[in-house]
């Protein structure tokens, strides 16, 4: 009984951040880069490294990135409310099929086919992790210590990072599977879904970020 609200937010901040990461449409994305060579073996090291480097990012974001807005004088209720922004536009793309425009523009497209290794820039960063996340993980973390003390709210958010990393992993490793099975239509439709979930959320931050900058 006494973890039941651990358990419950833990898995509420994992299935936030594994929405808003979107590895379905990431993994879409990634077998569009590599073209007519991805197979298993080719991608395997490829989500390895896009994970590593979500996870490092996330736990920077995480333990660093708070202070760093409140060293230029930016309160977590005006993150709360720019967060809302940026994950409602990212909503919007998805709910209408258009998931790829929120993360990446054409050019870094281009400019992705071109290079050798694609695992870091542009997968991991910006299409997986990009400003929606950082600013998800910066709210969520400042939510679980209004209920949690300093170190459990740390500890909870830190494994929700990792949690959906390793989801991520599973994702992109069996892209090829998953884009043969669901087909364009079946990655559209659970985008549209995801595209709700991530609404949202975004709507509950807007909210709670203007209501907290009102009083």
């Known amino acids: 009984m006494l973890l039941t609200p651990y358990i419950s937010l833990l898995m509420h901040?994992?299935?936030?951040?594994?929405?808003?990461?979107?590895?379905?449409?990431?993994?879409?994305?990634?077998?569009?880069?590599?073209?007519?060579?991805?197979?298993?073996?080719?991608?395997?090291?490829?989500?390895?490294?896009?994970?590593?480097?979500?996870?490092?990012?996330?736990?920077?974001?995480?333990?660093?990135?708070?202070?760093?807005?409140?060293?230029?004088?930016?309160?977590?209720?005006?993150?709360k409310v720019i967060g809302g922004i940026l994950l409602m536009m990212i909503a919007i793309n998805m709910a209408?099929?258009?998931?790829?425009?929120?993360?990446?523009?054409?050019?870094?497209?281009?400019?992705?086919?071109?290079?050798?290794?694609?695992?870091?820039?542009?997968?991991?960063?910006?299409?997986l992790f990009g400003p929606g996340v950082i600013a998800t993980i910066i709210v969520l973390n400042n939510t679980a210590m209004k209920t949690l003390s300093l170190l459990d709210s740390y500890i909870i958010v830190s494994l929700s990072i990792l949690l959906s990393s390793i989801?991520?992993?599973?994702?992109?490793?069996?892209?090829?599977?998953?884009?043969?099975?669901?087909?364009v239509t079946g990655m559209k439709i659970l985008t549209r879904i995801m595209g709700l979930v991530v609404g949202a959320i975004a709507a509950q931050f807007m909210v709670s970020g203007i209501k907290g900058l009102w009083g």
């Open 167 to 183: 989801t991520t992993y599973f994702i992109l490793v069996n892209a090829t599977y998953i884009n043969r099975i669901l087909g």
């Open 13 to 79: 901040d994992t299935i936030a951040l594994i929405t808003i990461l979107n590895p379905l449409a990431a993994a879409s994305i990634m077998i569009s880069l590599i073209g007519s060579e991805a197979t298993s073996l080719t991608v395997r090291p490829i989500a390895f490294k896009t994970t590593l480097a979500i996870i490092i990012a996330g736990l920077v974001t995480l333990y660093s990135g708070e202070y760093i807005f409140k060293f230029f004088g930016i309160n977590v209720m005006s993150i």
């Open 96 to 127: 209408s099929g258009n998931s790829s425009k929120s993360r990446h523009t054409p050019k870094e497209h281009e400019e992705a086919e071109e290079s050798e290794d694609i695992s870091i820039v542009p997968l991991g960063i910006p299409i």
